[in-house]
């Protein structure tokens, strides 16, 4: 529609605010009365009104726990002592350590963990031979590190030493839990258990 | 409004951490730097907290927040027109593929490109309208910009998001 616009922006400007609810009504009427009057401004109406409900719809992220005054830091506590964290993320979880008793304790407790899984000794590769191949229980991933380490090596100890199956076949990596279990219970612990001979 | 009393620090980071994460998110698309700014918001709170009057104290927030956040790219050296994210680039202006299976998923990354894609001063009008949802005069209390200046870069910054975004059928 030609003629001359007394306004000083182009009345579509108002779009976006009639959408908001953020005119005046006679500002309001203006917007009426154009999309009324105009099929070009209705298309960029439609537009704008995409746009808005597709700002509105993004999903509300969740804000990490550990950023909140009771959070806590959980599995990047050993990331953090792994160094596997960004310089920011380093940063962050001590800023957090400091300030949070829960996590310095955790974080204590995981390095002593860590310090000790470290210093086992390492296993005789040339004694693999002997070990029989897994037959009574599935195949494990050896889940030492982390948070769960220790209580993860002191239940299993249990289970094998109060008697679990009484004919125990170790699968490698049943045997690297044995073993990290029993030589953090017992220093002395040799490095593997007596073979067992599960052949009919 | 103004508020009677000033919130702890504890009760900011409960009620408008999720909010200030968000913001920095989408002005940023990085989860790292939403995070970073979380904290030094939360820092400059509790360091402001006994210097705060009663007022607006949303406003006081978001003043904080916006100043945190421009200070931080500052401190980083780069413009606040951050550049995509790697994997995050769909295409934005071109015709949606036929199979639009995926169009709803697809749809806020399509967005949230397209966002960082915006100059900064519209992309944060854009976001504290429709993200964070404060009121225009809100915003204008928080960028320190006339209303008049916030309703126009709010459509223009629509408008943009428009050109650049393609829309299933």
Same mark, same amino acid.
């Given at each position: 529609?030609? &003629?001359?616009?007394?306004?000083?922006?182009?009345?579509?400007?108002?779009?976006?605010?009639?959408?908001?609810?953020?005119?005046?009504?006679?500002?309001?009427?203006?917007?009426?009365?154009?999309?009324?009057?105009?099929?070009?401004?209705?298309?960029?109406?439609?537009?704008?009104?995409?746009?808005?409900?597709?700002?509105?719809?993004?999903?509300?992220?969740?804000?990490?726990?550990?950023?909140?005054?009771?959070?806590?830091?959980?599995?990047?506590?050993?990331?953090?002592?792994?160094?596997?964290?960004?310089?920011?993320?380093?940063?962050?979880?001590?800023?957090?350590?400091?300030? %949070?008793?829960? %996590?310095? &304790?955790?974080?204590?407790?995981?390095?002593?963990?860590?310090?000790?899984?470290?210093?086992?000794?390492?296993?005789?590769?040339?004694?693999?031979?002997?070990?029989?191949?897994?037959?009574?229980?599935?195949?494990?991933?050896?889940?030492?590190? &982390?948070?769960?380490?220790?209580?993860?090596?002191?239940?299993?100890?249990?289970?094998?030493?109060? &008697?679990?199956?009484?004919?125990?076949?170790?699968?490698?990596?049943?045997?690297?839990?044995?073993?990290?279990?029993?030589?953090?219970?017992?220093?002395?612990?040799?490095?593997?258990?007596?073979?067992?001979?599960?052949?009919? | 409004?103004?508020?009677?009393? /000033?919130?702890?620090?504890?009760?900011? /980071?409960?009620?408008?951490?999720?909010?200030?994460?968000?913001?920095?998110?989408?002005?940023?698309?990085? @989860?790292?730097?939403?995070?970073?700014? #979380?904290?030094?918001?939360?820092?400059?709170?509790?360091?402001?907290?006994?210097?705060?009057? @009663?007022?607006?104290?949303?406003?006081?927030?978001?003043?904080?927040?916006?100043?945190?956040? !421009?200070?931080?790219?500052?401190?980083?050296?780069?413009?606040?027109?951050?550049?995509?994210?790697?994997?995050?680039? =769909?295409?934005?202006?071109?015709?949606?593929? @036929?199979?639009?299976?995926?169009?709803?998923?697809?749809?806020?990354?399509?967005?949230?490109?397209?966002?960082?894609?915006?100059?900064?001063?519209?992309?944060?009008? #854009? #976001?504290?309208?429709? #993200?964070?949802?404060?009121?225009?005069?809100?915003?204008?209390?928080?960028?320190?910009?006339?209303?008049?200046?916030?309703?126009?870069?709010? =459509?223009?910054?629509?408008?943009?998001?428009?050109?650049? !975004?393609?829309? @299933?059928?």
């Amino acid at each position: 529609m030609a &003629g001359v616009n007394p306004l000083s922006y182009r009345r579509e400007e108002l779009f976006s605010a009639f959408l908001d609810g953020e005119l005046t009504e006679k500002e309001a009427d203006l917007v009426v009365e154009l999309l009324e009057a105009d099929r070009e401004a209705n298309d960029e109406f439609r537009g704008i009104q995409q746009v808005r409900r597709a700002l509105r719809l993004l999903p509300e992220l969740e804000i990490p726990g550990w950023l909140l005054p009771d959070g806590h830091l959980g599995d990047r506590l050993s990331a953090y002592l792994d160094g596997e964290l960004s310089t920011a993320e380093q940063r962050r979880v001590s800023d957090h350590v400091v300030a %949070c008793a829960d %996590c310095r &304790g955790e974080l204590h407790d995981l390095d002593r963990a860590r310090t000790a899984i470290r210093s086992l000794p390492n296993v005789d590769t040339g004694q693999l031979d002997r070990v029989p191949a897994p037959t009574a229980f599935p195949r494990r991933r050896v889940a030492v590190a &982390g948070s769960i380490g220790i209580a993860a090596a002191a239940a299993l100890f249990f289970v094998l030493a109060l &008697g679990g199956d009484p004919q125990p076949a170790f699968s490698l990596d049943d045997l690297g839990s044995h073993h990290i279990a029993r030589a953090s219970a017992e220093p002395g612990f040799a490095v593997f258990p007596p073979v067992v001979d599960s052949s009919p | 409004m103004a508020d009677e009393f /000033a919130p702890s620090w504890e009760d900011v /980071a409960h009620r408008y951490g999720r909010k200030i994460y968000n913001f920095a998110y989408r002005l940023t698309g990085n @989860p790292d730097d939403a995070a970073d700014l #979380v904290q030094e918001v939360l820092l400059r709170v509790r360091k402001g907290l006994s210097g705060y009057r @009663p007022g607006s104290f949303e406003g006081w927030l978001w003043r904080i927040t916006r100043n945190a956040f !421009l200070d931080g790219v500052r401190r980083q050296g780069r413009r606040p027109e951050s550049a995509l994210p790697e994997g995050d680039h =769909h295409d934005l202006g071109s015709s949606p593929s @036929p199979d639009e299976v995926l169009a709803s998923v697809r749809l806020s990354d399509d967005v949230q490109a397209a966002l960082l894609k915006l100059p900064y001063a519209f992309r944060e009008a #854009v #976001v504290l309208c429709d #993200v964070v949802g404060l009121s225009y005069e809100e915003i204008a209390d928080a960028t320190d910009i006339p209303v008049g200046t916030v309703r126009s870069r709010i =459509h223009r910054g629509r408008n943009m998001l428009r050109e650049l !975004l393609t829309w @299933p059928v």
